[in-house]
């Protein structure tokens, strides 16, 4: 009997990377969203890398999840206004109604990677503990998917999006 692989090779691209600094009683809430509304590829392919640099607990703002809301797809996208408009950018669709009930609690230690697929519907809450919530968060995307033309961020021959990894 023969077998044979198939190699898929994807090249993952990086989007957004930023550090999320929740302070003591002050961190802000951050509402009920889907990432793949303002980093929309076709077919769907968009991760979120969220890594917890403090403990994320349900008092310091702690990320909180719809289970299986991947599933329902996005009913609205943020797009680009054309060049020159006010303001650049526009949401097309409505945005769902979320109950706080359908929100599990995610929290995790400091060191965790959490994965985030672009339509899970995410929240984090208001920091109003006595410590930090800190984070780094990236997304990306594999580069085989199409990118939307009408999304804000937009890739140049100067700026394009960075590989994941180089091959040498």
């Known amino acids: 009997m023969c077998v044979q692989r198939i190699l898929y090779i994807y090249t993952p691209l990086i989007l957004t990377c930023l550090c999320?600094?929740?302070?003591?009683?002050?961190?802000?809430?951050?509402?009920?969203h889907q990432d793949s509304t303002?980093?929309?590829?076709?077919?769907?392919?968009?991760?979120?890398?969220?890594?917890?640099?403090?403990?994320?607990?349900?008092?310091?703002g702690c990320l909180w999840f719809i289970p299986k809301s991947h599933t329902d797809g996005i009913t609205r996208r943020m797009v680009r206004n054309p060049e020159g408009s006010d303001p650049p950018t526009i949401f097309r669709g409505e945005d769902?109604?979320?109950r706080d009930e359908e929100f599990i609690p995610g929290e995790v230690k400091k060191g965790a990677l959490v994965l985030i697929h672009g339509e899970v519907v995410h929240k984090s809450e208001a920091n109003r503990s006595d410590k930090s919530r800190h984070i780094y968060t990236f997304h990306m995307f594999e580069q085989e998917s199409k990118w939307s033309k009408e999304n804000w961020q937009q890739p140049t021959e100067e700026h394009p999006f960075p590989s994941l990894y180089t091959f040498q």
């Open 20 to 32: 999320i600094l929740q302070p003591p009683k002050i961190g802000a809430v951050v509402s009920p």
């Open 38 to 60: 303002f980093l929309y590829t076709d077919p769907m392919r968009l991760v979120g890398f969220w890594i917890a640099l403090e403990d994320c607990t349900t008092t310091n």
């Open 96 to 98: 769902r109604a979320y």
